[in-house]
């Protein structure tokens, strides 16, 4: 996933295409900046990795349908946790997403500094003696401008705008190609078969893409006929392979293993096409960071404080995560690394191993011992070291750059 799109689906009766729509929206998002860096670097054998992750978070979405089969009850991600391990399994799952939200929110403001600070290098200044960089000059206006619509309570206009992850995608992705094809850059990158000191990176960032398992039941219940939502899954999950895996091709020949962590820093920022490419990355992020804190606040409120739930307080909350997820994006600048995080440790636990494992638990198949167990143990057996490798990976690359 990209779970920045995780919380727009809102309706109650859609039909089989705004079901799809909703889920390649939900699918569909930064994810596409990082696939030629995931593919540097772990080779043109990671491309099997991105495959394998498509197809067991494909398997264990259908999981989530099962569990959502069994209890009309359920309507969320939370629920499911719930029904499986009670008040516990709710607490961890609501644990999981907010982490995940908050940490993809700050991603994005170190995505906005970085491509900013490379089309306006010289937008640093000193304040009260302190020097601060153009990168982190512009965090903390983007910041800014973000501030006021973390505000809103109505988010639907937010929503509305939000909802075009598919269309950024497709456009960041053709206006990469034309790059490629027309503007002089070309397909000389020949890449390496494989290098497995990167595979972990790799791992976690293909994660990352596949992450939309806490949205699923917000899908499943908005159809109106729910016999189809295997097949909204399928479209969605090969559309998004298909797509990633494009995107990490086109670019691996296009700069091999020199591209950075975000492609559209490796793009010639005089180019036309390659500011389209910018440009559509940075906007989206800047309407969909307000849609991520506001279910952070939400379960802060609800959950917490519920005694202090007053428009002041929610303003104070709102406040302070913009504040401080400022103050990490300056402090842990590493998109590519933070992103790899996310992919190896929360997204794994989200979208593999707490399906599995909840699907285990409702429908008793752990009792009897067939097939479909062995398939599932081995799922989340391969969940836990991909989580356990690509951590321990990712926050070692994090701490050496500190």
């Known amino acids: 996933m990209d779970p ?8 109650a009766t859609s039909s089989f295409t705004n079901t799809c729509f909703n889920g390649l929206n ?18 043109w054998l990671s491309l099997l990795l991105l495959f394998t992750l498509a197809a067991s978070t494909f398997y264990t979405g259908l999981l989530i349908n099962r569990c959502m089969d069994t209890d009309p009850t359920i309507r969320s991600y939370p629920d499911i946790g719930d029904r499986a391990f009670g008040k516990t399994g709710r607490i961890i799952v ?88 027309f503007d002089g850059v070309g397909f000389q990158g020949k890449g390496t078969l494989v290098n497995w000191n990167g595979m972990p990176s790799a791992v976690g960032l293909y994660a990352f893409c596949f992450g939309v398992h806490p949205v699923l039941p917000t899908l499943y219940t908005s159809m109106r006929n729910k016999h189809q939502f295997s097949k909204v899954l399928l479209v969605c999950f ?5 797509t990633y895996s494009s995107m990490a091709v086109v670019g691996y020949l296009m700069f091999g293993s020199k591209v950075e962590s975000q492609i559209t820093l490796s793009l010639p920022t005089d180019k036309t096409s390659s500011r389209v490419a910018i440009f559509t990355m940075l906007v989206t992020p800047i309407v969909k960071y307000a849609l991520l804190v506001t279910p952070i606040v939400d379960s ?40 790899s995080l996310v992919g190896a440790f929360l997204m794994v636990l989200a979208s593999i191993i707490f399906p599995s494992v909840c699907y285990l638990k409702i429908s008793g198949t752990y009792k009897t011992f067939r097939l479909e167990l062995v398939i599932i143990g081995f799922l989340v057996l391969v969940g836990i070291l991909v989580a356990f490798v690509g951590t321990y990976n990712a926050l070692t690359n994090i701490v050496r750059k500190l």
């Open 4 to 11: 920045e799109n995780q919380h727009l689906i809102t309706t």
């Open 300 to 339: 802060i409120e609800e959950h917490v404080l519920t005694s202090f739930n007053t428009f002041t307080f929610s303003l104070l909350i709102k406040t302070t995560l913009v504040i401080t997820s400022v103050v990490v994006a300056m402090t842990l600048p590493f998109f590519g690394d933070l992103m």
């Open 26 to 43: 939900a699918l569909s998002g930064v994810g596409i900046i990082t696939v030629p860096y995931a593919l540097a670097s772990g080779g």
């Open 94 to 181: 609501l644990v999981i997403i907010n982490v995940e939200l908050y940490l993809v929110a700050t991603g994005f403001l170190i995505m906005e500094g970085d491509n900013l600070s490379n089309l306006f290098p010289h937008m640093d200044f000193d304040i009260f003696g302190v020097h601060v960089s153009s990168k982190k000059s512009f965090v903390i206006i983007v910041a800014a401008i973000i501030l006021p619509t973390v505000w809103l309570n109505n988010m639907r206009i937010l929503s509305y705008i939000s909802a075009t992850g598919v269309l950024a995608s497709l456009i960041v992705l053709g206006s990469v190609l034309w790059v490629g094809m």
């Open 238 to 242: 090969v559309f998004c392979a298909i």
